[in-house]
């Protein structure tokens, strides 16, 4: 099924260690994008890539990397990872090219990652 | 800032009844409000879109209603079935800038 794929499903990490969250779309959307859901809140924008060479900062950006590989691709990096950053973590993906409009987002089932 | 709050947190109800859940949102500048439906486990995925210039949206048994004047929107599900037991987010969008509300939980007990 077309879609957003995530990986991994879940990941456990120890304080300091570092990993990367794959995400791929084969919608040929433009836009691409990184969410952290806590719970009880709304999801965050963490970073977002508005296309294919461009990356910008969202709302909670601190602690965080990412790579718009190509089109498809747009990996989280988490450097030095921290219990701060337990969170599902969401991709997901967009025709919007910026500016108004009405524009569909699609989600991937999520990244369960915990930091001990 | 930009807000989007819902209510109620969480719902209970029974099989084949209906139910309407809450939204309020400030958000500038205002392009779109949409609703999504979040299984456990999964990603959001969309119900509605309206844009400012829609009062209500269909799909299916849910309808959303948006009032631009007042900033408030809601759902009503209809006839609601087992399936529907989820967690619904209000999304309201200022150019393709998403700001999340944290959700109402339900669930359709038989």
């Known amino acids: 099924n077309a879609g957003v794929t995530q990986t991994p499903k879940f990941q456990v990490l120890k304080t300091g260690q570092s990993m990367t969250l794959q995400c791929a779309q084969d919608m040929n959307h433009n836009s691409m994008y990184w969410y952290r859901q806590d719970p009880g809140m709304g999801l965050r ?48 993906s967009s025709e919007a090219r910026g500016g108004q409009g009405a524009y569909g987002y699609t989600f991937g089932s999520g990244t369960r990652l915990t930091v001990v | 800032k930009n807000q989007v709050e819902q209510s109620p947190q969480s719902l209970i109800i029974l099989e084949g009844k209906n139910c309407t859940l809450q939204c309020n949102y400030t958000v500038s500048p205002f392009s779109n409000l949409r609703w999504y439906k979040q299984d456990t486990g999964r990603g959001p995925v969309s119900l509605t879109i309206m844009t400012f210039s829609e009062n209500t949206k269909s799909n299916g048994r849910y309808t959303a209603t948006l009032d631009a004047d007042t900033k408030q929107s809601s759902l009503h599900i209809t006839a609601s079935q087992l399936s529907d037991s989820a967690s619904y987010i209000c999304v309201a969008d200022a150019g393709n800038m998403l700001t999340f509300g944290g959700g109402t939980r339900l669930m359709v007990k038989p």
């Open chain 1, 45 to 92: 924008l963490i970073y977002y890539s508005a296309s294919e060479g461009t990356t910008d900062k969202g709302e909670v950006p601190n602690g965080y990397n990412v790579s718009r590989l190509n089109k498809r691709e747009f990996s989280l990096r988490l450097e030095s990872a921290a219990p701060s950053q337990t969170s599902v973590y969401f991709c997901a």
